[in-house]
């Protein structure tokens, strides 16, 4: 029932040539492919992306910009309880960054009126459903440059997974895109691979750069993944690969109590858990041909690096993990001055990885001002564990820096005994998504990198 003064927003989007497009409040924002790609995508997965990605990149916006309804011209999307479940969990994270009461947010996206065009949702045609070839086994990767997404990669072309990577346009990040896209096709002459460019405007919605309401709100990124999972589907068909690969990390798992008894979760979308239904969806859509699977899901982030730039560092070396908001240092991929960058120089010190090799220019551990997220208020992203971790194995080696000091005076007495970290940041954690075929390989190489992980650690 429409209640007196309710705000409604309306969306509106329809498919073009090459992707679909947007309209919100007005504004045009475009999902754009390779044409040749767009063209072999079969016409029901067409309408059923444009549902999908239109709810799932703008369900959110009636938090951020002060409406009470939002009114789409397309028509109810088959997994839209999926993608509401995804929002309502991740949204309780998002009340935690924007340091707002608990629940705030949560009440509010639970209260939305959503309002669709009458008529069925898209299911997936009869040209869908044609079985993939079997051969060559193939992978489509969301790429970004990160440790995770590189790790990926050469982890494909050691146990013969053909690798296709797919860069989406992140545009809330503005420093990041024109290095990457020419690291992009170094990448693939260096290595002979495909790779492609994914324009990707909705991402405007994520920090609120689109409409400044609520500059720098973390509303919205909690479903990256899940429509990660989605828009890579052309690629899918085009190629008829067997699989999507994230790199999710163990650490996603991790989550904590807020004041007022609620559970937050690290990041929801790479959860061992939501990883299964990411990829019941993608297994309905794609009549079973390919599988949402995690290629590192027994590693820690710190294990993760390690291997990436000791095992394969020829690759290593385009490791790009900055956030991309600032301007990036001269002649570096890194901005030096973001969480990420600094969480990327601690971990590379801590395992005994040279950060001047891939790409660092000045000794972060000690640059006055940073850590912030870690001995200040600032809250980010990523496991506050493997930070502990870190900074003990540079108590443990007697590291030269004012953040080894301070960890000593304020840290150290709170947490459990060295052993126990050394362990735990060496061992294989529990996994469920890694791809069978080749799970016992992955496992083969995970054990071997850790085994030579505990030799670089302290006793």
């Known amino acids: 029932m429409l209640q007196n003064k309710e705000k409604i927003l309306f969306v509106q989007s329809k498919l073009i040539t090459n992707g679909i497009q947007i309209t919100v409040k007005g504004k045009r924002f475009a999902i754009q492919y390779p044409l040749p790609i767009w063209r072999k995508t079969p016409p029901a997965i067409r ?34 309880p999926l993608l509401f479940r995804n929002q ?6 998002a009340e935690k960054y924007d340091k707002v009461p608990p629940l705030t947010y949560l009440r509010k996206f639970f209260n939305l009126q959503f309002d669709f065009a009458p008529r069925a949702g898209t299911v997936v045609g009869e040209d869908a ?25 050469a982890l494909c072309r050691e146990v013969g997974i053909k690798p296709v990577l797919v ?36 991402g405007l919605f994520r920090y609120d750069v689109a409409f400044k309401q609520k500059p720098g709100t973390e509303v919205g990124w909690g479903l990256q993944t899940t429509l990660l999972s989605w828009q890579v589907l052309p690629f899918v068909f085009a190629y008829q690969a067997q699989y999507i690969f994230f790199g999710s990390e163990y650490s996603n798992n991790e989550y904590e109590i807020n004041e007022a008894g609620w559970r937050v979760q690290l990041s929801y979308d790479q959860t061992s858990f939501f990883t299964m239904e ?7 859509l794609t009549h079973d041909n390919c599988r949402v699977r995690t290629s590192l899901e027994p590693m820690e982030e710190t294990a993760i690096l390690f291997m990436l730039h000791r095992r394969y560092p020829e690759i290593g070396k385009y ?17 030096h001055q973001c969480y990420k960058c600094w969480r990327m120089f601690l971990i590379a010190c801590c395992v005994g990885v040279d950060p001047y090799s891939f790409g660092f220019k000045k000794d972060l551990l000690n640059t006055p001002g940073i850590f912030t997220n870690y001995f200040g208020e600032e809250i ?9 971790f870190c900074f003990y194995v540079l108590h443990k080696k007697n590291w030269p820096s004012p953040y080894v000091t301070k960890f000593r005076r304020h840290r150290l007495s ?37 085994r030579q992980l505990k030799k670089v650690l302290p006793r």
């Open 319 to 335: 490791q790009f993990s900055c956030t991309g908001e600032k301007s990036l240092y001269p002649g570096s991929q890194w901005c």
């Open 47 to 80: 309408q059923i992306l444009l549902e999908h990605l239109t709810f799932g990149n703008t369900h959110f916006l009636p938090v951020t910009l002060g409406y009470d309804r939002i009114r789409y011209n397309t028509a109810l999307p088959l997994f839209e």
């Open 278 to 284: 990411q990829d019941n969806a993608i297994r309905v």
């Open 88 to 93: 309502a969990i991740s949204i309780v994270k």
């Open 129 to 153: 459903r044609k079985k993939f070839s079997k051969t060559p086994v193939t992978a489509i990767i969301p790429f970004t440059f990160g440790k995770e997404s590189l790790a990926t990669f």
């Open 167 to 202: 860069y989406s346009q992140e545009p809330s990040s503005p420093y990041e895109e024109a290095y990457k896209k020419k690291q992009l096709i170094n990448f693939s002459k260096e290595f002979n691979v495909d790779t492609y460019f994914v324009k990707n405007e909705p």
């Open 380 to 388: 980010k992203s990523g496991s506050q564990d493997e930070l502990d």
């Open 414 to 450: 709170h947490l459990k005994p060295w052993g126990f970290y050394r362990k735990n940041f060496t061992s294989l954690q529990p996994h469920l998504n890694l791809p069978a075929p080749y799970r016992e390989k992955f496992l083969a190489i995970f054990a071997q990198e850790l």
